[in-house]
């Protein structure tokens, strides 16, 4: 399909109202990716899923794709991804058949779909922890970031799960070459996230994180910066102390302009706060 340049090269609308039908109705065919927020917000997953699935000849899920998004109560974009994700991870139990299925989500075209291969990594229970993280590495890393968000928000249950596993695991993440992986080791275990549940263990024990935090102190990225910063925000809510203790020594030991931004960026609710 040949798609219009003015498309290709859209900014996007800032509200989902705004979003041409035109460009909801490719979004929806799976031939262009979204490029912003409202474009991702107005996706029609289940006439995204139902044109895949009959293009890809998996019309044996197009039941179990009506009946659940038929039952599901929390119709937010996250939890239709990963509905799509179960129903993709239980349609495909032979091995040969769930590595044929993810590659084809993995490459396609549409950034929402790779999302979907995000969660059915994390739905497929029976992988071990550290291959969904091996499997998940190209998707966390994925040009868009859609895709990237999805990547951390599927694989996180199992993070909590199996936290100290998780954490020795992705102290390698954190000092990976590239900055979308490194920011996926912070952003994956952020204490408190967003559009997911907290971690106990690390709002009560911060320094439990603090090896993947360290190499990023000083992060050329401001991407992996504002997500250690945002991590040590999360923790200042329920640990202060510790929070301004290792903001004072990465102060000392660590005088760059980006370690002084990530301190002021973790911070920020400390701040804020009333003495």
């Given amino acids: 399909m040949q798609i219009p340049a003015h498309v290709l090269t859209r900014k996007g609308s800032t509200t989902t109202s705004g979003v041409p039908e035109e460009v909801r109705n490719l979004l929806d065919m799976g031939v262009i990716e979204t490029v912003n927020l409202a474009e991702w917000l107005v996706v029609d997953q289940e006439s995204l899923a139902r044109n895949l699935f009959q293009k890809e000849n998996w019309n044996f899920l197009l039941q179990p794709l009506e009946e ?108 990976h070459k590239d900055p979308n992986i490194r920011r996926f080791a912070s952003e994956i275990t952020r204490p408190r996230g967003v559009w997911c549940n907290h971690i106990p263990a690390l709002k009560d024990n911060p320094e439990l994180g603090l090896p993947l935090l360290e190499p990023l102190r000083c992060d050329d990225s401001i991407y992996v910066r504002n997500s250690v910063g945002n991590w040590l925000n999360d923790a200042s809510k329920t640990n202060p102390g510790w929070v301004q203790d290792v903001c004072k020594r990465w102060d000392k030991e660590s005088p760059t302009k980006e370690t002084a931004y990530i301190i002021r960026r973790g911070l920020r609710t400390l701040r804020k706060s009333p003495e």
């Fill in 68 to 175: 659940s998004f038929r039952l599901l109560k929390i119709k937010t974009a996250p939890k239709k991804m990963e509905v799509l994700g179960k129903i993709l991870a239980q349609g495909f139990p032979a091995k040969r058949q769930f590595e044929t299925a993810l590659r084809i989500l993995k490459e396609h075209r549409s950034d929402i779909v790779r999302s979907w291969a995000c969660f059915m990594i994390g739905k497929r229970s029976e992988i071990l922890l550290q291959e969904s993280l091996k499997r998940i590495h190209s998707l966390a890393a994925d040009k868009n970031m859609s895709v990237r968000e999805a990547a951390w928000l599927a694989i996180r249950p199992r993070i909590v799960m199996k936290l100290g596993e998780s954490l020795q695991i992705l102290e390698a993440f954190s000092l």
